[in-house]
């Protein structure tokens, strides 16, 4: 046994190319097994690429993974060269959402929809045949990280095909939340077949959350997450996550998210901004981590609070090792004008 990130001997990510990933695409720097379109499954998932990705990992060497923003799946694990069928299956490629986070991407435009159904459609035309004999082996399969789930009708009728191709699997779902109420989960089946969910609200109060979310529905969010904590407390639900991006707008109510997460017995999930967009003034306004802007060290000194080590909370390595920055006099009356 050996403790090792588990994701590339457990786990692959598909996307709408037909490429193959052990986990996040972006955070592995685009290190792809193979294409789905153009070799069998068993080609790629125990292929020369991938059994290289698992060498670099067996020896401890993360060099395809962008540790910055990505928190490994330790695991304590038997690391093999040749793994069996992944038991998690992440589809996270359907950019259908039904709100725009301000740090998370830009409209498309029709040109890209257009072009991004294209590939949707020859998902769906061979679904059954490429995937059928991978659903049956998986245990978990994730909907949809890239995205939101429930305002897509690509990606609805993607988890009708898989209750169909495995009546028993379970799902981790990824969703703002807002679509994720009881009877949609209920419509489709989901109810006892889910194993996470994790909800990106980013805010506890609706003022700061309508700052961040263009067209969320705060309220919304709220009553669904208090219904996926009912079913937590049914035993229905394994995990209950909920996603905090800390920003110059919203770490001030770190602490109060904490308290949230501990009433609704889920995790609060703090993760630091990362670029996502063009606009460098935009960025440096919004990433409070940065050592030169103004809030940096009124961050450092919230994230020292006790209530960040309790186990309704995680804070991944970036923001555990952020340090306080000494100011030169006059960045200090920059600080004290801008009060």
């Not at 679509?179 to 489709?188: A, H, M």
């Amino acid at each position: 046994m050996k403790t090792i990130c588990a994701h590339p001997f457990k786990s692959i990510q598909v996307q709408n190319t037909g490429e193959i990933y052990c986990c996040c695409c972006y955070w592995t720097d685009f290190y792809s097994f193979g294409n789905i379109f153009e070799q069998s499954f068993d080609e790629i998932w125990n292929g020369d690429r991938a059994k290289e990705f698992r060498r670099q990992f067996i020896e401890n060497n993360y060099k395809f993974c962008k540790l910055d923003v990505c928190d490994p799946a330790y695991s304590d694990i038997t690391p093999e060269f040749e793994a069996p069928y992944p038991k998690r299956i992440e589809f996270s490629y359907d950019r259908h959402c039904n709100v725009r986070c301000i740090f998370c991407r830009k409209e498309k435009n029709k040109e890209e929809e257009k072009f991004n159904r294209q590939k949707e459609k020859r998902i769906e035309d061979n679904f059954d045949r490429i995937f059928t004999p991978i659903i049956e082996k998986a245990e978990i399969v994730e909907l949809n990280s890239a995205g939101e789930l429930f305002a897509s009708r690509h990606s609805i009728e993607i988890l009708k095909k898989i209750i169909n191709i495995n009546p028993d699997i379970k799902f981790g779902v990824i969703s703002n939340g807002i679509l994720f109420t009881k009877e949609t989960t209920q419509k489709l089946g989901l109810e006892d077949r889910l194993d996470y969910a994790i909800i990106s609200i980013h805010s506890a109060t609706e003022n700061t959350y309508n700052k961040l979310v263009e067209r969320g529905n705060f309220k919304a969010v709220i009553e669904n997450v208090k219904y996926l904590s009912e079913l937590k407390k049914q035993g229905k639900l394994k995990t209950l996550q909920l996603n905090f991006v800390v920003t110059s707008l919203n770490y001030k109510e770190m602490k109060d998210f904490v308290k949230f997460a501990i009433d609704m017995d889920g995790t609060a999930f703090f993760i630091n901004y990362h670029r996502q967009i063009d606009s460098d003034e935009l960025e440096n306004n919004l990433d409070v981590t940065l050592e030169h802007h103004p809030k940096h060290n009124e961050l450092v000194k919230i994230l020292a609070d006790p209530i960040f080590n309790n186990e309704h909370c995680f804070v991944n390595d970036y923001l555990k090792n952020l340090k306080p920055v000494k100011l030169s006099l006059l960045q200090k009356i920059k600080n004290l004008l801008k009060k």
